[in-house]
């Protein structure tokens, strides 16, 4: 019986998530899975009024998969050792999330990739990002980022 944990980042929703469905379609027990990663936190990111939103949303997400049968795994620290310990817990075979386009996220996948194939298990990125424009078409041509007009900046 192969078992999935499906992450969730800043989609916390059930429908319509691509990486849900995967999981859900190709294994026989899938675990819900959010982490607060500290990182975030410490960028300064932990306003009041965002954690109660994201509190509100991740009962709300919460909720919605209670209904069907499950529940919602939370977690608080570094995202890749959390999911990690999960995965190992659950004894799962696969990881689940969805894509994202920032430098951040990025950088969270590669250490994801890299740490949950050191433990024999296969991460799955889904795109879920929907864009007139393929993310990544577009890119400024001197740097790695798009700035402001400096006439508008003002």
């Not at 192969?2 to 319509?16: A, E, G, N, P």
């Not at 932990?46 to 919602?72: H, M, T």
């Not at 050792?81 to 969805?98: G, L, P």
Request: glycine share 6%.
């Amino acid at each position: 019986m192969s078992i999935s944990v499906v992450l969730f980042t800043c989609d916390l929703r059930l429908h319509d998530h691509p990486a849900l469905r995967a999981a859900l379609d190709g294994t026989a027990q899938v675990v819900p899975l959010f982490v607060r990663d500290r990182a975030v936190d410490a960028a300064g990111f932990a306003a009041p009024n965002r954690l109660a939103f994201l509190a509100d949303c991740l009962r709300d997400l919460d909720s919605g998969l209670r209904e069907r049968g499950g529940r919602l795994v939370v977690r608080h620290g570094d995202i890749v050792d959390e999911v990690c310990k999960v995965a190992a817990e659950a004894d799962a075979d696969e990881v689940h999330m969805a894509s994202d386009v920032s430098a951040h996220a990025h950088r969270r996948e590669e250490r994801l990739r890299g740490a949950l194939e050191a433990e024999g298990v296969r991460l799955h990125v889904h795109d879920t990002v929907t864009t007139a424009v393929a993310p990544g078409a577009v890119v400024p041509a001197a740097s790695d980022h798009f700035a402001v007009f400096t006439p508008y900046f003002r």
